[in-house]
């Protein structure tokens, strides 16, 4: 593509970087930002400026953060006594969008997966058996995707906290609702017939 | 949504507010920036910043340009009697991509869209007509949409322009090469008959 001006260009390459924005989107987004105020654009350009400069991890639960300690992790009202284990910070939006969880999340930051040259040592895991170790902790509750890379990441992390003899267990997985039996693939039906739930447990209390 | 920070807060509204991203593909830019090195992210935010800063438009043509005359309006070896009339610079760009295109350019700005409040008077229909009026130019190639909006545009500028008797053309409408004609539609299948090229014209040269 031939840029009328190097601006345009180098604006346009960095666009293009973003996850899943080739360069026609990032010329649209360009010149989205040309025709907006100066006062705005600057605002967007702090905005990343200090995401970047500003921004920590809790120290607690690798959350992303703005102080030492995030918001969930401070939160006296929250169980510390359950913990759930997520892949990253979409996870914990997605979850505590839901509203039915009150306990401590702990952030992988990512998944086992070899193939893509990502092992234990790349991962919080160290750091989540050394809080089970130090605290009270009394349940962890996998929620990582249901994958291959998943299944292979709860099953490494099993192994390392089972020495502390606490409630290990994985988000249900099953027939979504509102979904059809018949549209479901049968790994999942399959399991959810083996794993079925006791009715008694999911009366509405 | 609920963010863990009021930094990353921030930052994904401002992403959000990118033509055809919503506030989960915002995070996912922004969890991206996180990833990168300070001095990337830098680079990112400063070449936003010059852009909006630095940018001016050429003042022959309303090309984006870093100078006072783009590129093209510079370039001593294309031809100033020929003007493409297109919408905005993304048209420029498809139509120097072909390389068969050797005049200048002329960038309206948008076309006649009452349904978006835009008239004749948004447009830089005024300061082409004073262009043809004080310089040389032999031929005006129409390249707009071929919408109801493009049309309208074409029909105003060509009535704009009649009293200088020069050259009006569209560019051609019909099949797209590598079409077939089963699935094309009536109008353009239609409108390409009525307005056939001879096919002597068509021989290479």
């Not at 997520?86 to 509203?99: F, H, S």
């Not at 070899?114 to 605290?135: F, H, Q, R, S, Y």
């Not at 299944?151 to 509102?178: D, H, M």
């Amino acid at each position: 593509m031939d840029f009328s001006s190097k601006l345009i260009e180098r604006a346009v390459n960095e666009f293009a970087q973003l996850p899943g924005v080739g360069k026609k989107t990032a010329l649209r987004f360009v010149l989205h930002m040309l025709k907006k105020e100066a006062s705005e654009v600057e605002n967007f350009s702090e905005a990343i400026l200090r995401l970047k400069n500003e921004i920590c991890f809790c120290k607690n639960c690798f959350n992303i953060s703005d102080k030492e300690l995030c918001d969930i992790c401070s939160n006296p009202t929250r169980d510390a006594k359950i913990i759930c284990v997520v892949q990253d910070i979409r996870d914990v939006m997605a979850i505590e969008n839901t509203g039915l969880f009150r306990g401590h999340y702990h952030i992988l930051g990512g998944i086992i997966s070899p193939m893509d040259g990502i092992g234990p040592a790349n991962l919080t895991v160290e750091p989540l058996v050394k809080k089970i170790e130090a605290t009270g902790v009394q349940e962890i509750i996998m929620a990582l995707p249901a994958t291959m890379e998943g299944e292979t990441t709860n099953f490494y992390i099993y192994k390392k906290i089972a020495p502390f003899n606490i409630a290990v267990s994985t988000i249900a997985r099953g027939i979504a609702i509102g979904d059809e039996l018949e549209y479901a693939d049968e790994v999942t039906l399959g399991r959810s017939i083996q794993f079925r739930i006791p009715y008694s447990n999911q009366i509405l209390k």
